[in-house]
C-alpha cells in the first residue's frame, strides 16, 4: 500500500524560501521572520516557541522580525484565526527542515553519523565530546534554498515548549511603556498630517478656504486632489488647528441618505441582492409537519473601537515611498498603494508595527494611504497620520449589520424535521490587495476617484462571510441555507471579528433554546441528542460541568448555554453565562470551554478566548452603530460605548487539550457562543426573549411589552 505523497503546509509552499523565514545571526540569536503579525493575539509568542523547539534553543534566543515587504514571506492577511494554521505549520516544517540541514553539515565536520548528535540551546554536540553549533556552521551553510516536502518535525513526546504556557514576548514593552506602538513611534524630522473627511455620508468637497490654515504656526503644506484634503505641519498640535481652518473653510455637497437605524431589517430585506444557496440537506424519510416555528434575529451595524485611532508614517524618496503601518496585510495594502500611485511594487516598502487593538478590517490601511499622500508634498520628511476619534468611529468600515429569519417544521413532539436559514447582510469583506481596484478610503475621494467597491463574502470553503456559521452542526433531518447579500452599502462594511459568525451563531443558538424550552427539555440534553460530534459535546459538557449546570433557580439571575465550532471546521467553543437583570443586565459570570486541537500555548489560548469573550459581552450589552438620515452620530465614546472595567465579567475558561490534533485559531471562538448564551440567560431570568441586538433597557422594555 503506498503512502501519501508529502507536500509541504500552505504559507511554505507559498514562501518556500527557507533563509526567508530563519537566519542565524552572529551574535547567539535567531532570527524568525513570519509573514503574519501581532495584533495583541499573541502569535508571535506561540511562533516563537514553535521555532525554538523545533530548532533546540532557548527561547530567549529568538528574535522575531515584524513583517515587511522588504524581507518577510508573503502570507496575506493576518485574520481569520488562521495564523497557527498558517505561519505555524510552515514554521515548523521549515525548522524541522533547517535542523536537518544543520545536523548533516555537523556530521561532516564532526565526523560522525547524523543520528548520533544532539542538539542543545543551538549546541551540536555527539560521541567523545565533539561538538560545534548553528553559529559555527551558519557562514558554511546557505539558507537560500527552497524547502523540501519530506521534512519530519518533532513528535509531540519531544516538544518542550509547544503545549505549555509562555510568557508573552510583547506584554514586557506594553506595561513598562516603551516604545512598541506606531503611536509612539518617533522618525527623525517627522511632520504631522490630518485629513478633512465629510461629516455627511458620502459628501464631496465642493470649495476650500485655505487662508487661515496656512496662517497656522509651523504650516507645511496642503495637499488637495478632488475631495481628498490635509494638512501638514510641524507639530501635531499645529495640524490640528490647522485642520480647523480648513474645516471652517470648506463647503460639501448633501450626501447620501441613510437606513432607519430602527428598521435595519426592513431596510436590509429591500435591498437589490445576490442571493446564494449556501447548502441544502434532503431527508431520506421526511417526518410529518405539524407545525412551523418562524423567528427573525437582527444584529446592527458594530464599529471596532479600537482604544487608539489608526495610525500610519510614510516618507518618499525620489520615486520610491517607504510605510509604517499597523495593517494586517502589508503585502496586500502595497499592491492597493501601487494602483492608487501608479507605482511598481517594488518602490513600495510597507512595514507593520503594532497597533492599540485590532478586531478586523479597521481604518490601519486607510489611513496608511493618507500618509502616503500627504508625505508627497513633505520634502522627502517623514509624515505621520493619526486619526482623530470621530474620523475612526465614522470612516472607518464596520461590522455589518443583519437579518436572519430562521423557520424550524416541527412534528407533533415539536421534534425538528425541516430547517430553514435565510440571511440579509451587507458583505463581510473589502480588505484592500484582493481586487484590479483598491479599497482604500482616499482612493474613492481623488479627482479621478476609483470606484467604491461593495463589499463581497468569502467563499463558504473559506470560510464564509455573512453565512460564516449559518449550515447548521447539529443533525437535522433537512436544511435550506441561503445568503442574501446586499448590492447596495449606504454604512461602509468590511470584515469586523468573526465576520457573520456572531449573528449566525446568535440566531441559531437562540432558536434551539426557544424549541428545547417548548419540549419542556433541558437545553444542554437537547443540544447533545442533535450532536454526533464527541469533541462538541464533549466542550459544551465541559463547560456546562464546570458552571455546575443548571444551579437552582434565584431571583433576579439567569443561565443560558451557547455552542459553536468557529467556520464550522476551527476551534470548539461552548460558553454559559449567568447574569442578574430586571430592566437593566449584568453580566456576572461567563464559563467557557474550548478545544483548539494542540494549544501551542495554553495561556495564550485562554487570553484569546477570554478577550472574545468579554468583547462579546461589550457588544451584546452596549455596542451598535448610531445614525440619523445624514451622518453617523456615534462618533465618540458617550455615543457609542463599551464595557466598563467595573462592568466585566468573571470568565473562566477550560482548554482542552488536545495534542495529537493539529492547531487551530482561538480568537474568534468564544463570540458567537458568548452572544447566545447571555441571550438565553435573558430569557431564563425574564422569560423574555431577546432576538435584536444589543440587549439594552429599551429593548428589553420592548420586548417585554410586544
Not at 519530519?152 to 511603556?177: N, Y
Not at 499622500?373 to 493619526?386: C, E, I, T, W
Not at 437579518?403 to 416541527?410: P, R, S
Not at 444589543?694 to 429593548?699: K, L, M, Q, V
Request: aromatic residues 6%; contains cysteine.
Amino acid at each position: 500500500m503506498s503512502s501519501a505523497v508529502p507536500t509541504l503546509p500552505f504559507s511554505l509552499a507559498a514562501n518556500p524560501r527557507l533563509s526567508s523565514w530563519i537566519r542565524f545571526a552572529s551574535d547567539g540569536q535567531v532570527t524568525v521572520s513570519p509573514g503574519k503579525v501581532e495584533i495583541g493575539q499573541g502569535i508571535v509568542t506561540a511562533l516563537a516557541q514553535i521555532a525554538a523547539d523545533e530548532l533546540d534553543v532557548d527561547i530567549g534566543r529568538v528574535q522575531m522580525v515584524r513583517a515587511t515587504t522588504a524581507a518577510s514571506p508573503n502570507e496575506g492577511v493576518t485574520s481569520g484565526s488562521l495564523s497557527i494554521q498558517h505561519s505555524g505549520r510552515a514554521l515548523r516544517a521549515a525548522c524541522a527542515e533547517i535542523r536537518e540541514i544543520f545536523l548533516s553539515a555537523a556530521s561532516d565536520r564532526l565526523g560522525v553519523d547524523a543520528s548520533v548528535l544532539q542538539i542543545e540551546d543551538g549546541t551540536i554536540s555527539g560521541p567523545g565530546n565533539v561538538r560545534t553549533s548553528y553559529w559555527e556552521l551558519a557562514d558554511e551553510i546557505s539558507l537560500d534554498r527552497d524547502a523540501t516536502p519530506g521534512a519530519k518535525p518533532k513528535s509531540i513526546e519531544e516538544r518542550s515548549l509547544a503545549g505549555r504556557s509562555a510568557q508573552r514576548i510583547d506584554i514586557p514593552d506594553k506595561v513598562f511603556a516603551h516604545r512598541r506602538f506606531i503611536h509612539d513611534t518617533a522618525l527623525p524630522g517627522l511632520l504631522h498630517g490630518r485629513v478633512l473627511r465629510p461629516e455627511k455620508a458620502r459628501a464631496k468637497l465642493t470649495g476650500l478656504r485655505e487662508d487661515e490654515a496656512r496662517a497656522v504656526p509651523g504650516f507645511v503644506a496642503i495637499v488637495r486632489d478632488g475631495s481628498f484634503a490635509g494638512a501638514v505641519c510641524e507639530t501635531e498640535a499645529g495640524t490640528e488647528a490647522a485642520l480647523k481652518a480648513l474645516r471652517k473653510g470648506a463647503t460639501w455637497t448633501e450626501g447620501e441618505a441613510l437606513p432607519d437605524e430602527n428598521d435595519l431589517a426592513a431596510f436590509l430585506k429591500a435591498q437589490p441582492v445576490e442571493s446564494t444557496v449556501i447548502d441544502t440537506r434532503t431527508a431520506a424519510n421526511a417526518g410529518r409537519k405539524a407545525r412551523t416555528l418562524k423567528r427573525q434575529y437582527v444584529r446592527p451595524y458594530i464599529a471596532h473601537a479600537s482604544i487608539a485611532p489608526s495610525c500610519a508614517m510614510a516618507q518618499w524618496s525620489g520615486d520610491r515611498v517607504h510605510v509604517w503601518t499597523h495593517s494586517q496585510g502589508v503585502y496586500l495594502l502595497r499592491n492597493d498603494l501601487a494602483l492608487v500611485l501608479k507605482l511598481p511594487l517594488e518602490n513600495i516598502t510597507v512595514e507593520h508595527l503594532e497597533g492599540a487593538g485590532c478586531y478586523g478590517h479597521n481604518p490601519a490601511d486607510d489611513v496608511a494611504l493618507d500618509a502616503v499622500l500627504l508625505a508627497k508634498a513633505a520634502g522627502g520628511k517623514p509624515v505621520r497620520v493619526q486619526w482623530s476619534r470621530a474620523d475612526e468611529m465614522t470612516h472607518g468600515p464596520f461590522g455589518a449589520a443583519m437579518a436572519i429569519e430562521i423557520e424550524a417544521d416541527l412534528d407533533a413532539q415539536n421534534e425538528i424535521v425541516e430547517w430553514r436559514h435565510s440571511i440579509w447582510s451587507n458583505g463581510h469583506a473589502a480588505r484592500p490587495g484582493r481586487g484590479t481596484k483598491p479599497t482604500l478610503l482616499a482612493g474613492y475621494e481623488l479627482e479621478n476617484p476609483f470606484p467604491i467597491a461593495i463589499s463581497g463574502n468569502p467563499p463558504q470553503a473559506n470560510g464564509g462571510g455573512g453565512d460564516r456559521n449559518s449550515v447548521p452542526l447539529y443533525e437535522f433531518p433537512a436544511w435550506k441555507i441561503e445568503s442574501h447579500r446586499l448590492l447596495t452599502m449606504p454604512v461602509r462594511t468590511s470584515a469586523l471579528r468573526t465576520l457573520g459568525a456572531q449573528g449566525n451563531v446568535f440566531a441559531i443558538e437562540c432558536f434551539l433554546d426557544e424549541i428545547a424550552a417548548e419540549r419542556g427539555e433541558d437545553p444542554v440534553a437537547f443540544r447533545l441528542r442533535h450532536l454526533k460530534d464527541e469533541r462538541a459535546k464533549n466542550v459544551i459538557r465541559a463547560a456546562a460541568k464546570r458552571a455546575n449546570w443548571k444551579p437552582e433557580p434565584k431571583a433576579g439571575t439567569g443561565y443560558g448555554i451557547g455552542y459553536s465550532r468557529y467556520k464550522n471546521s476551527g476551534a470548539y467553543c461552548a460558553a454559559v453565562a449567568e447574569i442578574e437583570g430586571d430592566e437593566e443586565i449584568r453580566v456576572k459570570k461567563l464559563t467557557l470551554a474550548v478545544d483548539v486541537g494542540e494549544a501551542i500555548n495554553p495561556d495564550g489560548v485562554v487570553n484569546q478566548i477570554e478577550g472574545g469573550a468579554i468583547q462579546a459581552t461589550s457588544w451584546v450589552l452596549k455596542e451598535r452603530v448610531r445614525f440619523d438620515r445624514a451622518r453617523i452620530t456615534s462618533n465618540n465614546w458617550a455615543d457609542y460605548p463599551i464595557l466598563r472595567f467595573s462592568e466585566v465579567p468573571q470568565v473562566e475558561v477550560e482548554v482542552i487539550q488536545r495534542s495529537q490534533i493539529d492547531p487551530v485559531g482561538a480568537g474568534e471562538a468564544a463570540h458567537g457562543p458568548v452572544t447566545a448564551a447571555i441571550a438565553n440567560a435573558v430569557f431564563d431570568c425574564l422569560g423574555v426573549r431577546i432576538r435584536k441586538l444589543p440587549i439594552t433597557r429599551d429593548s428589553l422594555i420592548a420586548a417585554m411589552e410586544a
